[in-house]
Each structure stands twice: as structure tokens, then as C-alpha cells.
């Protein structure tokens, strides 16, 4: 363990080999989601391209009610407050697409819940101009997509923001300040949304557009390129990737069980400004 001068613990450190592999790092990488930001979404804008605008929404909270993604309880929360009995409707056949969404039945309709890149897969070059501009302009202002649509057409997209922890700017800083010569976010959002949030935090480098294995092969190369690498994560997504670095480490407070596993650190009270300190 690690304390501060008032004697609380603000990390727990699993040997001492971990405690001399962070005096050595020059390079961390975060994960966005539940790191640097709050992890706690919230929806901002909804846009339906037909007129049961509610019944969509409640098709698409039915579908996110079964994913155990961070975006599905912004999803459901905001239902709840329209007043929609998303629970009632029968959600069958639901099936999580790796890195880019989920798929369900509904009323012998299968639609499609997720990202910009399931729906180019799913409808080629058939997406209208006007929802391609709708979609980018959100995602400037740091906003992740959530589409809704079938095999045919888009349905309606769903805004979701998810702020910026208020220390994320300072523990870059100072982390900067005390040598770290790159500082990476890794996220799966897209690129516009990665870099109006990278931009906000003053991380050196951003990666976009990531699947799982992507951040464990990133972590890799960057260790092939000699440098001393930490990888700061929440998930079970983060899991591999934080196994790989030369130092791990996990959210304590907020962080699922299979990251504090795989880290060699576990940051206590889900606090990033107590990672200079540790260091």
C-alpha cells in the first residue's frame, strides 16, 4: 500500500518489483471510458428519421437493456425519464458485435443498436449525406454515436456524452512534468469524438477507432519500441492490455473485477490524480 500524509490508503501495489517498474516508465497509455472520464454517460441528443419517434427509442433502450456496455444504462436512464415501458417489449435473439454494437429481434424485426462503422458494413455506401453530417457534427463536439436501424436504414441516432474527469488535465500535466515522455488515449470511440476529448485532457497521442485486440497489440509495439510502458484501465476490455504492459494498472473504485486482476496497481477511491503520486 501507499499512503498520503494523512495516513489514507490511496493505492494498493502487488510487490515491490511493481513500485520500481513505475520509477522506470516513460510512456502511459489510458483507457477513455471510466479513466479519463467520468464513466457515467449521459444521453444529449436523440434524432428519429421517421415520426414514432418514442417507439424507437423504446426499441432501442429494450435492446440496450441487455448489454452490459457503459452507453446502454445512459440508453435506459434516459427511457426511464420519457416515461417509455421499454421493459415490457421482447427483445429476442440478442447478439453482441464485437467492438461495434449489438443486433436483437423485436417483433420478428431484427434491428441493429451501435457505431458509424456497423452501419458502413451494414448499408455500404446507402447512408444518406444528411445523416453522415448529422452524425460528424455531434461527434466534433466530443459526443459518441449510438445508431439505431436495420439491415436497410438508419432509424435514429442517439448522442451520448460522458464528461471529462475534473483532475484528467492536471494528472496529464504533472505526469508530464515528471517525465513521462507520451501519454496515449485509447479509445474505441471514432476519431472526431477522440479528439475533442484528447484535445480537452493534453494527452500526446491519440489512438481512435480501437477494438480490444488493438490496445493489446498498441501496448505491444510500444514495448517493442523499448519503450516503459503503463497501461490505466477499467474494463474487462482493458484486461489484455493491461496484462501486456510493463506496469498495469486499474480504477480501484470503479474498475471490474477481471482489470483489478490483471493489474499490478489498483488506485484506490477510483481517483486518477493519486497515479503521479504513485509514480
Known amino acids: 500500500c501507499t499512503f498520503n500524509y494523512r495516513g489514507i490508503i490511496i493505492s494498493l501495489i502487488k510487490g515491490g518489483i511493481h513500485l520500481e517498474e513505475a520509477g522506470h516508465l516513460n510512456a502511459i497509455a489510458f483507457d477513455k471510458t471510466g479513466t479519463l472520464t467520468k464513466g457515467i454517460p449521459t444521453v444529449t441528443d436523440y434524432i428519429a428519421f421517421a415520426e414514432n419517434k418514442n417507439e424507437l427509442f423504446m426499441i432501442a433502450a429494450a ?30 435473439e440478442f447478439q453482441s458485435i464485437t467492438g461495434k454494437g449489438i443486433k436483437a429481434s423485436v417483433n420478428k424485426e431484427t434491428y441493429y443498436v451501435g457505431s458509424l462503422h456497423l452501419f458502413e458494413d451494414l448499408l455500404m455506401d446507402q447512408i444518406k449525406t444528411e445523416q453522415r453530417n448529422q452524425i460528424q457534427s455531434l461527434q466534433t463536439q466530443g459526443k459518441t454515436m449510438m445508431i439505431l436501424g436495420t439491415e436497410k436504414e438508419i432509424l435514429a441516432i442517439i448522442a451520448v456524452a460522458d464528461e471529462v474527469r475534473e483532475s484528467s488535465k492536471e494528472v496529464i500535466k504533472k505526469l508530464h512534468q515528471i517525465g513521462i515522455q507520451k501519454t496515449i488515449m485509447l479509445t474505441g470511440d471514432n476519431e472526431g469524438t477522440a479528439a475533442a476529448i484528447g484535445h480537452e485532457v493534453g494527452v500526446s497521442d491519440i489512438k481512435a477507432d480501437l477494438l480490444p485486440e488493438d490496445k493489446l497489440n498498441y501496448i505491444k509495439n510500444l514495448r517493442k519500441s523499448n519503450l516503459r510502458v503503463a497501461m490505466i484501465g477499467d474494463g474487462i476490455d482493458d484486461a489484455p492490455a493491461l496484462a501486456a504492459a510493463n506496469l498495469g494498472v486499474a480504477m480501484g473504485g470503479a474498475g471490474t473485477d477481471t482489470a483489478l486482476e490483471s493489474a499490478d496497481i489498483a488506485l484506490m477511491s477510483d481517483d486518477l490524480s493519486k497515479l503521479p503520486y504513485t509514480i
Request: charged share 25%; no cysteine; aromatic share 4%.
Open 63 to 92: 435492446i440496450e437493456n441487455g448489454s452490459q456496455h457503459p452507453l446502454a444504462s445512459a440508453v435506459t436512464k434516459k427511457a426511464e425519464e420519457m416515461g417509455l415501458s421499454y421493459k415490457d417489449i421482447i427483445v429476442d
